[in-house]
Nanobody
Framework: QVQLVESGGGLVQAGGSLKLSCAAS????????MGWFRQAPGKEREFVAA????????YHADSVKGRFTISRDNAKNMVYLQMNSLKPEDTAVYYC????????????????WGQGTQVTVSS
């Protein structure tokens, strides 16, 4: 069982930066692949980034590649999403998620979800 709590969202101007954090409970955190997803009003939840259990492999959606970076610190049970050069189209609720095994780009493949944190980018 893993419980996830996101933080770090807020209102930022286009071109600005935010760093999202996801705190995980549970002694087996280091065995879970982690992902970040986002959902804008009226849209489906979409993949943003994912990272392997060791942190050695990561993958980013084309829409955020070069601007966002996922990372993790297993000693602290934390996952991060550094977001730079933010655009208005990045506005959404951002969720972190955990799954056993390898990471996935598909939301339904994840077993555990946080409550989400709102990111709003003004133009």
């Amino acid at each position: 069982q893993v419980q996830l709590v996101e933080s770090g969202g807020g209102l930022v101007q286009a071109g600005g930066s935010l760093k999202l954090s996801c705190a995980a409970s549970g002694r087996t955190f280091s065995t879970y692949a982690m992902g970040w997803f986002r959902q804008a009003p009226g849209k489906e939840r979409e993949f943003v980034a994912a990272i392997s259990w060791s942190g050695g492999i990561s993958y980013h959606a084309d829409s955020v590649k070069g601007r966002f970076t996922i990372s993790r610190d297993n000693a602290k049970n934390m996952v991060y999403l550094q977001m730079n050069s933010l655009k208005p189209e990045d506005t959404a609720v951002y969720y972190c998620a955990a799954r056993g095994g390898t990471y996935s780009l598909r939301p339904y493949a994840y077993d555990y979800w946080g409550q989400g944190t709102q990111v709003t980018v003004s133009s």
